[in-house]
């Protein structure tokens, strides 16, 4: 039981952080888990694998991927991006943790799996204000292609496996905090 919730909060929480990087990548992975049984989502979410959610969550998965790459188009969506992302990671770490008492859930999930997110994706937003100010956007595709596949990456091994992908989370946090620090530097 114990190991289960370690876990649970592990998936949670890596799935939360791919939310910071992109959205919707994170919720297109959990559908298709929930979809074909790759792991036990509780039964208040199980709609999030049905086909309508699918189709919905990749067309959205799709649509945010490429928007990201239009450089006016990016930072008009950072400014909305990171209460979405705290959304999103909330309700990933809540839909990841099976039957856990509510409140701990909940509680858990607004302060990591939001927090988590929210973070990440200020982050990415600042590193995309900084990139479009000392290359006028044509670094922003770059940066981009390095975020999508950050939360897909993230989003495959949280779903097989979690630990994995928290060490890549922490990863690839250590390697942008290192990054804009050097950044400011010069």
């Keep these: 039981m114990v190991f289960e919730l370690i876990i649970s909060i592990v998936l949670g929480f890596s799935l939360a952080a ?18 074909f049984g790759w792991f036990p989502i509780d039964q208040n979410w199980e709609w999030v694998g049905s086909n309508i959610a699918l189709w919905i969550l990749g067309i959205a998965a799709v649509f945010e991927t490429f928007a990201y790459f239009i450089p006016w188009l990016d930072n008009l969506l950072d400014t909305i991006s990171v209460p979405l992302a705290g959304i999103a990671g909330t309700l990933l770490m809540v839909i990841t943790m099976g039957d856990v008492d509510p ?14 997110a929210a973070t990440i994706s200020g982050t990415a937003g600042v590193t995309r204000l900084t990139s479009t100010a000392t290359t006028g956007g044509v670094a922003n595709p770059v940066i981009a292609s390095v975020e999508t596949g950050a939360a897909t ?6 779903v097989f496996s979690p630990f994995l992908a928290l060490i890549l989370v922490l990863f690839i946090v250590w390697s942008i905090w290192r990054w804009i620090k050097k950044l400011r530097r010069s």
Excluded: E
């Design 18 to 35: 791919a939310a910071g990087f992109r959205i919707f990548i994170p919720l297109l992975l959990v559908s298709l888990a929930a979809h």
């Design 153 to 158: 990456t993230i989003s495959v091994a949280s």
């Design 103 to 116: 409140i701990f859930t909940w509680v858990l999930a607004i302060i990591a799996g939001g927090g988590a």
